[in-house]
Each structure stands twice: as C-alpha cells, then as structure tokens.
C-alpha cells in the first residue's frame, strides 16, 4: 500500500505528521435581503474596508462577500477562526440582511447590468469587467468553499533526510510532494462532487431562457455549466504548471494568471514563474460546493475527510509522470459526468466510488485512525449506496416551485438568528489592513507573519 516514502514515514512513525496540514479556509457567500434578492446595501462598514480587510472581502459581485481564516495548525482551530469571521461578519449587517446558504445565487435581475460588480481598486474593476466580457454575468456568482493545506514541515524534512539522493534539493522534495497531493485530488475530484455537490438547480434567471440542464443535477457549480475559465492545467509538475499558465496568458487564453481557476491551485509566491524556485507552500482546493446544513458552508468532518485523502495520496505511490494529464483529463470528464447525474440517482461510477472509500477505510485501519474517522467513513459510504442521502437529493427534497428560495431563506434566518447571539468578537480587522487576503495568506503560510508587528486574531 505504502509508497518508498509512504514506508519511510511510516517506519518513522512520522504517519501522525501527515494528518498534521496547516489549514485555512475561504468561503464566499452572497448577502440577500429577507425576500431573497441580491442585497442593495453597501459593504458592511463594521468590517471595515473591503480594499483591504483581509478576513472578510468580496469575490466578483459587491454581494459576494467571502470570508477568509487565517491559517490554522488544527483544522478545529481553523472552523473556530471561521465560526469567529462568519459571526462578526453576520453582526455587521445591515437590518434585514442575511448570507445566502447555497452555492448558486438567488433569483438574480433580468437586467444583469444593474447588479454591481465589487468594489476592489480600478485595477481589479478592470479586471472583472474582462473577465464578464469573456465569460458572461451568470457565471461568476456561484459561490463555493475553498480549502487551503499546507504539508507539515517535518514530512519534508525527513524526506530530505533519507531520499536527498533521488532529488536535487530540498525545494525539489517539497514541490514533488505538493505534485504527488495535488494529482490525487485531482484524480478523485469527481468523488468529492458526489459527497459533496449540493447545487442542484439554478434560481430564476441564472440561465438564458432554453439554456442549463433539463433536469436537477448533482452539482452545477461543479459541471460545465459552473465557474471557471474552462483553462486546462499541467499538473505534471510545478514547472510544467508555470509553463502552461503562462502560455494561456501569452495566448490570450488568460486575462492574467489570476484567471486561472483549476480545482486545484499551487500557492507560495504572489510572482507566479518564480515558484518553482521559492518553492510550494500549500494549496487551495476549490472543488466544494457551500454545505446549507452548516451556518459556515463547511462541517468539520468534511475538513477531516480532506485530511484523511490527504495523508492517503501522501503515502501512497504517485503516478508516473507521463501517465498525470491523461489521468487528471479522464478524471475531469468523470467529474462532469457526475455533476451531471440526477441527484437521487445511482451513479454510473457507484463501484468506483465505493472501492476507493474501501481503500481509505483500509488505509485508516492500517494507521490506526481514531474512531471519528471510521464514522466519516461509514456516512460517506451511505451516500455512495443511497443517494437519497447525498446533499444535493436532501436538498431536491426543498424544492418548491423549481425554486430553493423558500428554504434557503429558512436557513438564512435561522443562522442570522444564531450569529446575532455570539457574543465573543473577532479582533483582526486591523490587522494587516495594508495587505490584500492574497498577500496575506502567502505570508501566513511562510510563516514570515512577524507577531510583533500586527496582533495575531484572536
């Protein structure tokens, strides 16, 4: 089961620090008024400056509103720090606003012209009316929820330690680990739609009239019809990653490299050709849909199940590199195949799915995994044979006239209700105000975040 470093690790009983990711997490949603429209209210001043706040800031619509953690060495730690944001966030409303719950927005105007786009500078404004030019309006307004991980230094370092004779340097082991993590997710991003996908239908006028699905879908944030530039990466490794990035901006393919939005992206360096050089230092999974089932769009076990994939892909061998691009490219064809599937459906790829949960159910024996792991497991395995129990059927289950707005609102109301109860703030705004969420985040995950100079979120 275990790769040559897999049984290094292992050997070293070192497996504990796979499960061991610095983690931070971004999760955009859209404020509505109680009717369920896309709210009219400016950005909410007790958070202080949408330029430059780097906790809570705004993603393609002056609604969206996306709230970003700081990075946490506890994925527990992170969902305190976000439960945090997400309150203070809540309590800077305006009377009568709420967060919208689902990943697809609500009933948007006809006249999309008349819904602003946010407010980040004249030289992101330029850039988001490029991008509305090429992309058209609808597609930007998903909302969704991003994971950032970051592999434990002494994973690294042991690396280094024993197998400096298969790489060049140091820099070299981290990237090939950041490689090896990022093909797995992206070997199995059509599972996690599965588990995961909860946008089975689009409000009233997301789609032209005759275009979208004739039916509800798993995922339509993660189909075809969702966001992205549709902009294939190279995942063979980081070089080759730059080198196609580049190229599609050199082509015209890309606005900026900003525009690329694979499900999986490499972080480390705000200059994007020189990463291979300075190095990974952690990713951003964009593959989740917003879970309406938790105030926040994410549960913890979700986070767990990322973890446990993680530490898998880490000790397990990875793929040969002439083999990444034709797997990630079969991988991306069965993804939209079961974005696409009906949600109470029986996936065409039920037996696949089922086979690679036995593996990490295996894989999690096998490290001794405490017991909350093998409940993950368990539930997921239920979605797998009953997908009356996947969040997207749960979901159908609500629907009232073609429409989630009636319970979306529901839950709205409902979680306002809970974050208006929180009495403990969130003490960061001030913090950085001269950076944006991007340069901090590098910073973060560097750890070059000098304590002295800004007081750390409380």
């Known amino acids: 089961m275990f790769s040559k470093l897999g049984q290094l690790i292992f050997d070293n009983e070192a497996v504990a620090k796979t499960q061991d990711f610095t983690m931070g997490i971004e999760i955009e949603m859209q404020r509505v008024d109680e009717n369920g429209r896309l709210s009219k209210e400016p950005y909410p001043a007790g958070v202080g400056d949408e330029k430059t706040n ?58 999309k012209s008349k819904i602003p786009l946010a407010k980040m500078g004249p030289k992101k404004e330029a850039y988001l009316k490029e991008w509305l030019k090429r992309h058209g309006f609808s597609e930007g307004t998903p909302c969704g929820a991003h994971i ?7 994973i690294i370092k042991l690396a280094d330690d024993n197998l400096s004779d298969e790489f060049d340097s140091k820099m070299d082991i981290q990237n090939y680990l950041y490689a090896k993590l990022a093909q797995g997710f992206l070997r ?80 480390g360096n705000l200059v994007l050709k020189e990463l291979p050089k300075t190095g990974v230092k952690y990713l951003e999974l964009r593959m989740l849909d917003l879970d309406p089932s938790s105030s926040v769009g994410i549960r913890t076990d979700t986070l767990r199940f ?9 000790m397990t061998p990875a793929m040969k590199p002439k083999e990444v691009n034709k797997v990630v490219k079969r991988a991306d064809e069965i993804n939209a195949e079961i974005a696409m599937e009906k949600p109470n459906s029986i996936s065409k790829y039920q037996s696949m799915a089922r086979a690679i949960l036995n593996s990490l159910e295996t894989y999690a024996n096998k490290i001794q995994l405490g017991p909350e792991y093998q409940e993950e497991i368990d539930d997921l395995q239920d ?14 289950t609500h629907v009232k006239h073609g429409s989630l707005t009636d319970y979306a609102l529901k839950r709205a109301k409902h979680y306002q209700a809970e974050g208006l109860q929180t009495i403990r703030p969130f003490k960061g705004f001030e913090t950085h105000s001269n950076m944006s969420a991007e340069e901090l985040k590098n910073e973060l995950f560097m750890g070059s975040w000098d304590p002295d100079k800004s007081k750390k979120p409380e």
């Open 306 to 314: 990322f973890r446990l994939m993680a530490s898998y892909f880490i």
């Open 383 to 396: 979605r797998v044979e009953n997908p009356a129990t996947t969040p997207s059927a749960r979901l159908m």
């Open 54 to 111: 780097p906790w809570v800031t705004n993603d393609f619509l002056e609604t969206m509103s996306e709230v970003v953690t700081p990075p946490a060495a506890h994925a527990i730690d992170a969902m305190h720090y976000l439960f945090s944001i997400n309150n203070a966030l809540r309590q800077a409303l305006a009377p009568g606003e709420l967060l919208w719950p689902l990943s697809m927005p609500p009933r948007l105007l006809k006249d």
């Open 188 to 267: 199995y991003r059509w599972l996690i739609t599965y588990l995961f996908g909860a946008s089975p239908i689009a409000e009233k006028n997301y789609f032209d009239k005759g275009d979208g699905p004739k039916h509800a879908v798993r995922s339509l944030r993660q189909s075809p019809y969702g966001f992205g530039n549709k902009f294939t990466g190279d995942y063979t490794n980081i070089n080759r990653y730059v080198d196609r990035i580049e190229q599609g901006v050199k082509s015209g393919k890309l606005i900026s490299d900003y525009e690329f939005h694979g499900a999986v992206r490499y972080k």
């Open 148 to 154: 950032n991980l970051s592999i434990d230094p002494h």
